[in-house]
């Protein structure tokens, strides 16, 4: 064997162990296919010894593990794919989901602002009602009394001028309501600035109603607090509380009592206005609060005290309700938090 040639063999099988060595596959398996190719060329009836016998070994082994690695990584994309198709999959779904919750919420929204918005035409429809109601007579009675063609007696004129001051404020009145109403449903708190004896303030107030009762109709208060038990609470909304309910008992009481009482229950100063008049139908107790209810013999319940009366409560951050066990007229409770 001549010194050059076996030299390039050396350098070949060296090189091939090497790339054997670092995994190149497809390199070393050209420089084993070159090195056969040098041995056949150079050395025809030889053996190329034991190290070209264990490259060749190694090299179709290199080859086995190559053809596995290529099926791995197949594997491995075919996976990623599968798990990245999952994912998206998953995403689209909860993105589905989340559309489907929100077109719940909207309907929802939608739904609550058609219902508020009937409720808004519902309520013009009975406040124009009640507008036109005090109105009609006015415009009549004024134009009787504005008239030469009828010989008007000095009495009455009298009940014509009556009837017009009592329509007239009726009107102030309901104006009066709807704007009490309005600025108390468009807080969402009220000051608590002021502390108050119960005693004193329920007091005060049913003097100040005692005269407005029809005759024989008696007024009083009953309470089992001491004078100088106080608590802190918003007295002018109080006072409001106070008016329209008493001023509801004395519209529908003809004869008896009318009562407020005061206790302590708990944390809260219970209060209720009681009186003996014509009550109030069962079927329609659930509606007291609502505005402009059919009330008990087919009258409507005058102005819009008693939702003012439910928005001044909720606000003090208290509940009032229709005494639904009291059968003898109409009684109403709330409670108030009793604050230091």
Same mark, same amino acid.
């Given at each position: 064997?001549?010194?050059?040639?076996?030299?390039?063999?050396?350098?070949?099988?060296?090189?091939?162990?090497?790339?054997?060595?670092?995994?190149?596959?497809?390199?070393?398996?050209?420089?084993?296919?070159?090195?056969?190719?040098?041995?056949?060329?150079?050395?025809?009836? =030889?053996?190329?010894?034991?190290?070209?016998?264990?490259?060749? &070994?190694?090299?179709?082994? $290199?080859? @086995? !593990?190559?053809?596995? %690695?290529?099926?791995?990584?197949?594997?491995?994309?075919?996976?990623?794919?599968?798990?990245?198709?999952?994912?998206?999959?998953?995403?689209?779904?909860?993105?589905?989901?989340?559309?489907?919750?929100?077109?719940?919420?909207?309907?929802?929204?939608?739904?609550?602002?058609?219902?508020?918005?009937?409720?808004?035409?519902?309520?013009?429809?009975?406040?124009?009602?009640?507008?036109?109601?005090?109105?009609?007579?006015?415009?009549?009675?004024?134009?009787?009394?504005?008239?030469?063609?009828?010989?008007?007696?000095?009495?009455?004129? =009298?009940?014509?001028?009556?009837?017009?001051?009592?329509?007239? &404020?009726?009107?102030?009145? $309901?104006? @009066? !309501?709807?704007?009490? %109403?309005?600025?108390?449903?468009?807080?969402?708190?009220?000051?608590?600035?002021?502390?108050?004896?119960?005693?004193?303030?329920?007091?005060?107030?049913?003097?100040?109603?005692?005269?407005?009762?029809?005759?024989?109709?008696?007024?009083?208060?009953?309470?089992?607090?001491?004078?100088?038990?106080?608590?802190?609470?918003?007295?002018?909304?109080?006072?409001?509380?106070?008016?329209?309910?008493?001023?509801?008992?004395?519209?529908?009481?003809?004869?008896?009592?009318?009562?407020?009482?005061?206790?302590?229950?708990?944390?809260?100063?219970?209060?209720?206005?009681?009186?003996?008049?014509?009550?109030?139908?069962?079927?329609?107790?659930?509606?007291?609060?609502?505005?402009?209810?059919?009330?008990?013999?087919?009258?409507?319940?005058?102005?819009?005290?008693?939702?003012?009366?439910?928005?001044?409560?909720?606000?003090?951050?208290?509940?009032?309700?229709?005494?639904?066990?009291?059968?003898?007229?109409?009684?109403?409770?709330?409670?108030?938090?009793?604050?230091?």
């Amino acid at each position: 064997m001549k010194k050059p040639q076996i030299t390039l063999l050396v350098a070949l099988l060296l090189s091939l162990n090497t790339l054997a060595v670092q995994a190149d596959y497809s390199l070393a398996d050209s420089l084993f296919n070159k090195a056969v190719a040098f041995r056949h060329k150079y050395f025809p009836g =030889e053996s190329a010894g034991d190290d070209l016998q264990e490259l060749m &070994k190694i090299a179709n082994h $290199l080859k @086995d !593990e190559n053809v596995q %690695l290529k099926r791995q990584r197949i594997y491995i994309i075919i996976i990623a794919v599968v798990i990245i198709l999952v994912l998206l999959i998953g995403q689209h779904r909860l993105r589905i989901r989340r559309l489907e919750k929100e077109n719940v919420r909207l309907n929802k929204a939608h739904q609550e602002a058609k219902q508020a918005f009937d409720m808004k035409n519902e309520f013009i429809t009975h406040i124009t009602n009640e507008l036109r109601k005090p109105l009609h007579p006015i415009e009549g009675f004024s134009d009787i009394l504005g008239t030469t063609d009828y010989d008007l007696k000095p009495e009455e004129r =009298e009940l014509l001028s009556t009837h017009i001051k009592d329509n007239s &404020k009726r009107i102030t009145r $309901l104006i @009066d !309501e709807l704007a009490e %109403l309005s600025y108390f449903e468009s807080k969402s708190s009220l000051p608590v600035n002021y502390t108050i004896s119960p005693n004193h303030l329920l007091s005060h107030m049913v003097d100040y109603m005692r005269p407005r009762c029809k005759e024989g109709v008696r007024m009083f208060l009953e309470s089992d607090l001491s004078d100088d038990y106080t608590t802190a609470t918003s007295q002018e909304a109080v006072e409001t509380l106070m008016r329209h309910l008493l001023d509801n008992a004395i519209q529908f009481t003809d004869h008896g009592v009318i009562t407020v009482a005061c206790t302590e229950y708990g944390d809260m100063v219970r209060i209720s206005v009681t009186d003996t008049g014509c009550g109030i139908a069962p079927e329609l107790r659930d509606h007291v609060f609502d505005t402009f209810q059919e009330m008990a013999d087919n009258m409507k319940l005058k102005g819009l005290g008693l939702p003012i009366c439910k928005a001044i409560v909720q606000l003090l951050g208290g509940r009032i309700w229709l005494d639904t066990d009291y059968h003898e007229g109409t009684r109403f409770i709330f409670d108030l938090p009793h604050m230091k």
